[in-house]
């Protein structure tokens, strides 16, 4: 397995930095995740999930360090729920659900 690509490590250390400042607990997922795991895959995006009561402490929080692409909103299906927003980290498209 190569290295993590140079622009999602920096900006994984960026938002984990940010949010280490607080007690925010938090937890990456999806394919860079999978990635740091072992498995073969593409990472492209940063997809993180935090505590269901902070969400929206996390989207002023990365409103305020980051583009915000899509503000952090709720939606709901048949099949899920889940509050979403997607921010810029130098380029890379970080993704936040709950």
Not at 15 to 37: E, F, H, K, P, Q
Not at 69 to 90: A, L, N, Q, T
Request: hydrophobic letters at 40%; glycine letters at 4%; aromatic letters at 10%.
């Amino acid at each position: 397995m190569s290295s993590l690509p140079q622009e999602l490590e920096r900006a994984l250390l960026e938002v984990s930095d940010i949010l280490s400042r607080t007690d925010i607990r938090w937890l990456l997922v999806g394919s860079t995740a999978r990635y740091l795991n072992g498995l073969d895959v593409i990472p492209k995006d940063l997809d993180i999930i935090v505590e269901a009561n902070r969400v929206y402490e996390v989207d002023r929080l990365f409103a305020a360090n980051f583009l915000a692409v899509k503000r952090i909103k709720y939606s709901s299906s048949e099949i899920y729920s889940s509050h979403y927003g997607i921010f810029k980290v130098h380029g890379v498209q970080e993704k936040r659900n709950v």
